[in-house]
């Protein structure tokens, strides 16, 4: 079980961007698979990008082209790159790791995105 700690987010204007990050308290080498996902006030949480053990990505089609997640086993953390940043990807964004027997989450931090 693998405990994470997320980082990077605030508060910025529309067009700017944010690199969120994710420390994870041990290797993420054997993680079969990362996520990033977000929950807005008043809506369901939303998966946002995914990276798999073998480097495959994911992504929701609201952030395709703006958004790159990736990740550095060296240093055990995951990122998300958000560029174009909209006020629509305003939210609470959490870190996951799926090690097939558990599921962890990270406490979440926030983004703000202003007009």
């Given at each position: 079980q693998v405990q994470l700690v997320e980082s990077?987010?605030?508060?910025?204007?529309a067009g700017g961007s944010l690199?969120?990050?994710?420390?994870?308290?041990?290797?993420?080498f054997s993680i079969n698979a990362m996520a990033w996902y977000r929950q807005a006030p008043g809506k369901q949480r939303e998966l946002v990008a995914v990276i798999t053990s073998t480097g495959t990505t994911?992504?929701?089609?609201?952030?395709?082209?703006r958004f790159t997640i990736s990740r550095d086993v060296a240093q055990n953390?995951?990122?998300?790159?958000?560029?174009?940043?909209?006020?629509?990807?305003?939210?609470v964004y959490f870190c996951y790791a799926d090690e097939s027997?558990?599921?962890?989450?990270?406490?979440g931090t926030q983004v703000t995105v202003s007009s």
């Open positions: 990077g987010g605030g508060l910025v204007h690199r969120l990050s994710c420390a994870a308290s041990r290797t993420i994911d992504y929701v089609d609201s952030v395709k082209g953390t995951v990122y998300l790159q958000m560029n174009s940043l909209k006020p629509e990807d305003t939210g027997r558990y599921r962890s989450w990270g406490q």
